[in-house]
C-alpha cells in the first residue's frame, strides 16, 4: 500500500492539537482544486506550442512554460484560453505553499479532468514550481495533486495586444491569434473593420484563441479589430492589420485592457 503523506501529516498533527486546514476550507476566493502534469518534467508541452489555444513559443516569455490544460468548467469550449489562475499546493510535504501564476493554453480530456470540476493538467516544468526549491522530481512522483486556485485577472506588464495573422490568410479569408490580452484574458466576440468602411463584421471562432473571417469579397486593409470579453468590455485596436500585412507575422494593437477582472 502507497503511503499517503497527506494523511499522515494530518494524524501526526492531530496528537499535538493541531488543526490542519484542508482544500474544503479554501476562503478569499480559492477554491479546491486537483492538478496533474503532462509530458516530461522539464518541458513546457508537445513542441513548446500552445495546444488548442493556438499560442506560439509558450516556453518563452510571457509564459515562460506556465501553462496549464483546462478542464470544461475553464477551458469553455476554447473561450477560456488565456485566463489566468493562481495555484498552490499545500496538501503534500513537499509542496512550496507559495501561489504561482498559471494560465489556461490548452484542452484536459482524460480521465482526470472528467471527475473532477476544477482540474489543471499542467506542463511539467509548471507542476515543479509548486515544489520546494530543489524538491521538483520528487514532487512529480506525487502524480496527483491537491491544490487551490484561484481566478485572478492576467496582467501582461509592459506588453500590449498582439494579433498573430495565420497561416491560409488571403484575400478573401483572414484568421487572427489574439495574444497577451490583460484583463479577463478571454474574449467572445472579435469584430474587423475594412479600410474605408464604419461597419464591424463579426469573426467567427475558429478554435481556441483563433478567429476568422471568410468573405467572397477582396478585403481591404488596414483592418481595425474589436475585442468584447466575457464581462462586456469592450476595446477597439485601430488599423492594427496594415495595407500588405505578413501572413505568420503579429502586429502590436498598442493597446490593452486594465488588469482587471
Not at 16 to 21: E, N, P, R
Not at 147 to 150: G, S
Given at each position: 500500500m502507497a503511503f499517503n503523506y497527506p494523511l499522515a501529516l494530518i494524524a501526526i498533527a492531530s496528537l499535538?492539537?493541531?488543526?490542519?486546514?484542508g482544500p474544503s476550507s479554501a476562503h478569499d476566493g480559492w477554491i479546491p482544486a486537483s492538478s496533474t502534469f503532462y509530458g516530461k518534467e522539464n518541458e513546457s508541452g508537445p513542441e513548446d506550442n500552445g495546444g488548442k489555444c493556438g499560442f506560439k513559443n509558450i516556453n518563452l516569455p510571457p509564459f515562460n512554460s506556465m501553462t496549464s490544460c483546462g478542464s470544461k468548467v475553464t477551458w469553455k469550449g476554447g473561450k477560456g484560453c488565456g485566463s489566468c489562475f493562481l495555484m498552490k499546493c499545500t496538501s503534500h510535504p513537499l509542496c512550496s505553499g507559495e501561489a504561482k501564476l498559471i494560465t489556461i493554453t490548452d484542452e484536459c480530456i482524460f480521465f482526470p479532468c472528467v471527475d473532477t470540476e476544477y482540474h489543471f493538467d499542467m506542463s511539467g516544468i509548471a507542476f515543479g514550481r509548486l515544489a520546494l526549491p530543489g524538491k521538483e522530481h520528487l514532487l512529480h512522483q506525487a502524480g496527483r495533486l491537491a491544490?487551490?486556485?484561484?481566478r485572478v485577472p492576467c496582467d501582461y506588464k509592459g506588453l500590449n495586444i498582439n494579433f498573430h495573422v495565420e497561416e491560409g490568410s488571403n484575400e478573401n479569408y483572414l484568421a487572427l491569434l489574439t495574444e497577451y490580452q490583460n484583463g479577463e484574458g478571454e474574449l467572445?466576440?472579435?469584430?474587423l473593420k475594412e479600410a474605408g468602411s464604419s461597419t464591424w463584421t463579426p469573426m467567427k471562432q475558429s478554435w481556441g484563441k483563433i478567429w476568422r473571417l471568410d468573405t467572397p469579397h477582396h478585403l481591404k486593409a488596414p483592418f481595425s479589430i474589436r475585442i468584447t470579453t466575457p464581462g462586456g468590455k469592450k476595446l477597439e485596436a485601430n488599423d492594427v492589420i496594415p495595407a500588405g500585412y505578413q501572413v505568420k507575422h503579429k502586429y502590436d494593437a498598442k493597446v490593452n485592457f486594465k488588469a482587471e477582472l
Open positions: 499535538f492539537g493541531v488543526s490542519v486546514a491544490t487551490l486556485v484561484k467572445t466576440n472579435l469584430e
